[in-house]
């Protein structure tokens, strides 16, 4: 494909042994260059050392996987192991400023003159590289015994990985702002469960174990002189005290500052769960589900400076607080859930849900000081009912869903100045509605189709977040729209079969000729929770088109693709830059994109 895409997909398969052992291998590798071009390798100003390549965000993607299945180890007994290792590298989301204010652009021109603000033209201007390298392992191991009519279910399933990521989170050609950061993880779980045979009374009913060890060491560096150009073109606004400025004064040239953060959480959760039907007819029946679930987490989060400087820089800057604590958290949860399921005919079936849910509250591992190191739960009490149908012998299908559900301590992410953290906003509700169907209206013709509408605010949020440039410390969001939350989203995506529409190509060519689009519409949303304007995207329509040959017994394949075909100007996500009010930074998503696959299939 373009941008030199390569990806290779291999897989193998089939009984080793028969009726003993069946295996499947399969190998994955991805790469492509970088798709944002990056103006600052080619400056010569020589200011600032350049590390970074011509072209940004990049992907190189290897994994491989293997499965062993003994259908017959012991009479009635199945088993399946499977081992899975990965190794993900990329030189980074590149973002580029969406917006900037004269001072920043007055600093960044110094070491780049093509530095600009238009984040539509997928061009960037970053002196160092966004480089993110990640290394995982997983292995898993299933039992199924049928015990009588009744079948035994054991998993167990470990996983571990490792990740190095450098950020230039200045997002321009100054060698200001760089974070850093090592993270080691690992899990483990084990879930045991019963499932009844079909009848008038069934249920599945089990228990499930999980505990997990991350650890995250990183740095915010800091190179004081070139921050202090950045905070100086600041200098009439306001921002910064004078005594800010003070502290800079007597600074050596290119000195090197940084902070020490060091955390480390260790989790552990029970859980018990069940679901039981009573099929009360054939048509109708009731469904009672229940989730019981302790979790504790413990962890020790660090904070400290490589000198009393450093301490005073961030505490100034970046308002950071050093700290040194041991935490604790218990929580307990019941999630009871009621459904009721009613096939009105054979062609439609009514549903209506009530359901709980819970997401545990925990640690922050980039809190700036010890009084945003803790979030809350959030719970969420959800109804749901719909109806799914099928029509004309299953020509065509409709299914449509409304929904209300109420969040109590919503988490949210907040922007603290250099990274993101967790908070809770105080209630929110999100209520809306899906329609999704197809429809074969010819024999050489398949439509698939969707839509939502969507009305996500917070019923109260009054310490939200404020817009950068405000001057305010908190503001009272209430009522506003929850982020990433487009009020209408809708998908349309026919295909057309040529070998069956023109009867020629039918009769003198040995293969399946198809050709299909894909249109998708996202309605307005913003991507931070401030709600700046500046950090949003407007009402889009994303199109992509392909075509395929295939052969008769689908053995073979070939298809030719396209993404964002329109080349529409669509971002992904936005945010302020640290130390700039009203400047902000964007990643955008890619533009067009053009690819080529061929499967072989023996």
């Not at 869903?401 to 105080?426: H, K, P, R």
Request: charge should be negative; aromatic fraction near 12%; hydrophobic fraction near 35%.
């Amino acid at each position: 494909g373009t941008f030199n895409r390569e990806r290779v997909r291999l897989a193998a398969g089939g009984p080793l042994i028969e009726d003993f052992l069946n295996v499947r291998v399969a190998y994955d590798r991805d790469q492509q260059d970088g798709l944002i071009k990056n103006t600052t390798p080619d400056s010569n100003t020589g200011l600032d050392p350049v590390d970074t390549d011509d072209a940004l965000r990049n992907r190189d993607y290897e994994l491989g996987r293997l499965r062993l299945h003994f259908p017959s180890l012991i009479d009635g007994m199945d088993i399946n192991i499977s081992a899975t290792t990965a190794e993900i590298y990329s030189n980074g989301s590149a973002t580029e400023l969406s917006t900037a204010t004269s001072g920043t652009l007055d600093v960044y021109r110094r070491y780049d003159p093509a530095t600009e603000a238009d984040a539509g033209n997928r061009t960037t201007s970053q002196n160092a590289n966004q480089d993110t390298t990640r290394k995982g392992d997983s292995y898993s191991f299933q039992i199924d015994y049928e015990l009588g009519e009744y079948l035994l279910t054991g998993i167990w399933g470990t996983s571990e990985f490792e990740k190095d990521h450098l950020l230039d989170a200045d997002f321009g050609p100054i060698e200001a702002i760089l974070l850093t950061g090592d993270d080691e993880y690992k899990q483990t779980s084990l879930e045991l469960r019963i499932a009844s045979p079909p009848g008038t009374f069934e249920y599945v009913a089990g228990l499930y174990y999980y505990e997990s060890d991350f650890l995250g060491i990183g740095q915010v560096v800091l190179q004081t002189e070139r921050v202090l150009e950045i905070v100086e073109a600041d200098r009439n606004g306001g921002r910064f005290p004078l005594s800010a400025f003070n502290l800079l004064n007597g600074l050596s040239a290119n000195q090197r500052i940084n902070n020490n953060r060091y955390f480390d959480q260790q989790t552990e959760s029970t859980a018990v769960f069940g679901q039981a039907t009573w099929n009360v007819s054939d048509a109708l029946a009731l469904i009672l589900g229940m989730r019981y679930s302790e979790e504790e987490k413990t962890a020790d989060a660090k904070l400290s400076y490589n000198s009393d400087f450093s301490r005073d820089f961030f505490n100034t800057f970046l308002n950071e607080e050093p700290y040194d604590e041991q935490l604790k958290r218990k929580e307990y949860d019941f999630s009871p859930k009621l459904s009721v399921r009613y096939e009105l005919n054979d062609e439609i079936t009514l549903y209506a849900t009530y359901a709980t849910a819970f997401k545990a509250g925990g640690f922050n591992e980039q809190a700036v000081d010890n009084t945003n190191l803790e979030f809350e739960p959030e719970e969420a009490t959800t109804l749901e009912a719909g109806a799914k149908m099928r029509f004309l012998d299953g020509i065509a299908t409709l299914n449509v869903g409304l929904f209300s559900t109420e969040f109590d301590n919503l988490q949210v992410s907040l922007f603290n100045g250099t990274n993101f953290v967790v908070g809770n906003a105080a209630s929110a509700t999100s209520r809306g509605v899906e329609i999704e169907g197809q429809l074969i209206p010819a024999q050489w013709m398949f439509l698939m189709g969707s839509i939502a509408y969507l009305d996500a605010r917070y019923d109260e949020f009054t310490n939200g977040q404020c817009i950068a440039t405000s001057g305010e410390e908190a503001c009272d969001l209430s009522g506003r729209e929850l982020t990433r939350a487009p009020e209408w989203e809708a998908t349309f995506a026919p295909r057309i079969s040529l070998t069956k529409l023109v009867a020629w190509l039918g009769d003198n060519i040995p293969a399946e000729i198809g050709f299909g689009v894909d249109l998708s519409y996202r309605a307005h949303q913003f991507f931070s929770t401030d709600l700046d304007p500046l950090d949003d995207q407007g009402g889009t329509t994303e199109v992509g088109a392909n075509l395929k040959i295939s052969g008769p017994a689908e053995d073979w394949s070939l298809m030719l693709s396209a993404r964002n075909a329109t080349n529409k100007k669509i971002q992904a996500h936005g945010q302020d830059v640290p130390l700039q009010a009203g400047s902000h930074f964007a990643t955008m998503e890619a533009k067009p994109r053009y690819y080529a696959e061929f499967m072989y299939r023996w």
